[in-house]
């Protein structure tokens, strides 16, 4: 038999082995999930009950709000998730801003998040704006049981997925520094929504980084897109924001690349292909799918070391075609753009035009640190006995910076 406890702030009744109705007042009731017995210890807070909305003087179970079809969630009692909007959130350094409707954390780079230069990475980045994200969800009293689903989301079997994201990097925080996260929602057509972020530092109030990105919904049965529902618009248009951190009046397409990537120059052709990638159970997320964090590592895995080594990613677009689940085979392709120049006067004749990739996907033969690159177009594949699809088309940014390990 299983059982769990919850603090409850107000008079329940429940039966007792000899049937009497007693009142049990300011305690803490462990609860039985069949509703048979109940004992209690006293508590000195009513702190979970105002987060969840449960009113003061309920004299019945029925009257508490996180029920869910006649039960107890014990994952809402652990979650704490409110049922209605919070302004301050103590326990994520979060606050409700923009008249009510922005939300802003502050957040100390870990170590786990910065990489050998000692700065965040960009993935670290994201997994940020994720997160922060998610928070604002759960400020709002909107969040369900989904990964930031609402409460109508959830009845009509929705989800979330992104269909398209554009990150602007000009500093990247360093180990230990504390930094602001803004993040706000506005309206994306008729049946998608946009959400927005800005990194500040704390100290000196200097803005580091945008991020830009369009949501719509899919169904988690049918794994079809769908429109929304207007209970679920109803529910998230009073969060909307008319501003942008990035103005993308016509966003640029990223085209598709081929297995055969061309070059500008008919003489030298280029591409970096990694080994096929297998996602891994830890690559999934609660949407049971891979998580959209994980395509950008698979895509800079394709880059060389080398030009890593003297380059800082500016900017990176993602184009977001299907979802990616852990029977999927996965190819990642990589080609310098056509507007790379070449470095210390070195004349394309000089240049081999051969490639040779090792076993670990990186290049062999071609010398990087005589080309600079501006930016990479990339893609990640199914690939297997039928015809490939598409799963993210990328285009990467970079700016050179004193080279390291050479």
């Not at 602001?180 to 200097?206: C, F, P």
């Not at 930016?375 to 598409?390: C, I, M, P, V």
Request: charged content about 20%; hydrophobic content about 35%.
């Amino acid at each position: 038999m299983f059982t769990f406890s919850c603090p409850v702030s107000f008079s329940i009744s429940c039966s007792s082995s000899n049937g009497n109705i007693q009142n049990h007042g300011d305690y803490r009731v462990n609860i039985n999930v069949n509703g048979s017995s109940c004992t209690r210890r006293p508590i000195k807070h009513h702190t979970l009950l105002n987060e969840v909305g449960v009113k003061e003087g309920s004299t019945s179970l029925s009257a508490i709000q996180f029920l869910e079809n006649g039960h107890i969630s014990e994952e809402k009692i652990r979650q704490r998730i409110p049922r209605q909007k919070q302004l301050v959130d103590p326990y994520r350094q979060g606050l409700i801003t923009e008249r009510g409707v922005g939300y802003r954390q502050t957040v100390v780079v870990r170590s786990y998040e910065v990489g050998p230069d000692k700065t965040a990475t960009l993935e670290s980045l994201l997994n940020l704006f994720q997160e922060t994200a998610l928070n604002h969800v759960w400020m709002s009293g909107l969040l369900s049981n989904g990964f930031g689903a609402t409460h109508g989301m959830m009845r009509n079997n929705l989800i979330w997925v992104v269909s398209r994201m554009h990150v602007q990097v000009d500093h990247y925080p360093i180990w230990g520094e504390v930094i602001e996260i803004d993040t706000w929602v506005g309206a994306s057509g008729k049946n998608g929504m946009r959400r927005d972020w800005v990194i500040r530092s704390q100290a000196t109030d200097s803005t580091y980084a945008r991020a830009t990105s369009t949501w719509v919904m899919m169904n988690e049965q049918t794994r079809r897109l769908s429109k929304m529902p207007d209970e679920v618009r109803d529910e998230i248009s009073p969060w909307f924001i008319q501003k942008q951190a990035i103005n993308e009046a016509v966003p640029d397409k990223i085209v598709k690349l081929d297995d055969k990537a061309k070059h500008v120059n008919s003489d030298l052709k280029v591409q970096f292909t990694i080994m096929l990638q297998q996602p891994k159970r830890s690559d999934l997320d609660m949407n049971q799918h891979v998580n959209n964090v994980k395509y950008v590592r698979w895509m800079l895995e394709t880059i060389p070391d080398k030009f890593l080594e003297c380059h800082q990613l500016s900017s990176i677009i993602l184009e977001y075609r299907r979802e990616c689940g852990s029977s999927d085979v996965v190819q990642s392709l990589c080609q310098p753009d056509e507007d790379e120049s070449f470095a210390n006067g070195v004349q394309q004749n000089l240049l081999t035009n051969k490639v040779l990739v090792g076993g670990n996907g990186r290049l062999g033969s071609l010398d990087i640190n005589t080309l600079t690159y501006s930016g990479y177009t990339h893609l990640l594949q199914t690939t297997g006995e039928t015809q490939n699809e598409e799963i993210v088309r990328g285009r990467t940014r970079w700016n050179r910076k004193i080279c390291t390990g050479l």
